[in-house]
């Protein structure tokens, strides 16, 4: 969080500006200093967030940013990693060393926090993991995690998937598909793939084309779409694990050509049901569109007012989802703000 600068007289801002330069004093903008601003009353959270890739990110950002105000007795020190571990990592210490009270971040990939979450708990500071999961060997390195059961969510996209095929009457037709994966190692991409490609395996008719990294973003989604439509030529289905990738896959399709839609040549599947995303379903260029629920900031309140209260937490918070499709689409546009 910022800390406002002293007003100093106009005539004398280009020479100290030298100055501070020089000294090394200058703050970049949204820099973590908090010295002599805290009020030894509020609760101090040291926030770091995967990035703003996507807009369900930004979403789930707004979520937490939203919750741990001054008004409701927090101080929080923000960071965006910018998709990099080593910028996470590096933050997390940062937190550690200015002894915040509780850390919670969302980790780019599961694996690789082993030693940055034991100098936590040797700091005696708790760890609250949202959206994304991590592979420890010691479990009570991080205290609890809340998210989404994105297996589940492959799982709804198999089942739909389904049920739209034996709709048409195509159950016994094969049924080439091609996957738009999100970041490589990230607990939405592993449990989305594995749930989807479990309801997959059940069906024998179904023949998953090639899994292709789509980064989570609409630019790397249309151009991995583009080489798709230009490496198979009959393409059935698209699952794309995030609604921005599907908006850039749209756009590969659209200038293949061909159309999008439960009538069109290809079908579509999207997860996150950003309110874009939805107006897609409402449009019929998207089939169906699998929530991914943001609203995991009131969740981190809930368990922080827990751990205040020396109350028991649980170790996993699942955050309630759906399926939209054309049938229940129109009530959920209506409320969706992101």
């Given at each position: 969080m910022e800390i406002p600068a002293k007003k100093i007289h106009i005539f004398f801002i280009p020479l100290l500006f030298l100055i501070l330069i020089l000294s090394g004093c200058v703050k970049e903008y949204g820099s973590e200093d908090t010295e002599?601003?805290?009020?030894?009353?509020l609760i101090v959270v040291g926030?770091?967030?995967?990035?703003?890739?996507?807009?369900?990110?930004?979403?789930?950002?707004?979520s937490i940013q939203n919750i741990l105000t001054k008004e409701n007795g927090y101080f929080m020190i923000f960071n965006n990693a910018?998709?990099?571990?080593?910028?996470?990592i590096k933050a997390l210490r940062s937190f550690i060393s200015q002894r915040v009270d509780y850390i919670v971040f969302s980790p780019i990939t599961e694996d690789g926090w082993e030693t940055v979450l034991q100098e936590a708990k040797e700091a005696g500071i708790p760890v609250i993991l949202i959206d994304r999961?991590?592979?420890l060997s010691d479990q009570s390195l991080y205290t609890t995690w809340i998210g989404s059961d994105f297996y589940k969510e492959g799982r709804m996209a198999g089942n739909i998937l389904d049920e739209y095929l034996t709709k048409q009457h195509r159950q016994e037709e094969?049924?080439?598909?091609?996957?738009?994966?999100?970041?490589?190692?990230?607990?939405?991409?592993?449990?989305?793939?594995?749930?989807?490609?479990?309801?997959?395996e059940a069906h024998e008719n179904w023949l998953i084309l090639e899994q292709a990294d789509g980064e989570f973003t609409t630019a790397k989604g249309q151009e991995e779409m583009e080489m798709l439509l230009h490496r198979y030529k009959d393409i059935d289905v698209v699952i794309s694990q995030n609604d921005d990738m599907t908006f850039g896959a749209l756009t590969a399709i659209q200038n293949a050509g061909l159309t999008a839609g439960e009538d069109g040549d290809i079908m579509v599947i999207s997860f996150d049901a950003v309110k874009s995303g939805l107006q897609l379903v409402d449009e019929g260029l998207v089939t169906a569109d699998i929530e991914c629920n943001p609203n995991q900031g009131e969740y981190v309140e809930t368990v922080i007012r827990k751990l205040e209260n020396n109350e028991a937490v649980a170790k996993l918070y699942f955050v309630p989802e759906t399926v939209f499709t054309k049938e229940n689409v129109k009530d959920a546009l209506e409320k969706r703000t992101y």
């Open positions: 002599n601003t805290v009020d030894e009353n926030v770091s967030q995967v990035g703003s890739e996507s807009v369900w990110r930004t979403a789930n950002t707004a910018r998709q990099k571990q080593e910028n996470q999961k991590v592979n094969s049924i080439r598909i091609v996957v738009l994966q999100g970041t490589e190692g990230a607990t939405a991409t592993i449990g989305r793939t594995n749930g989807f490609n479990e309801v997959a």
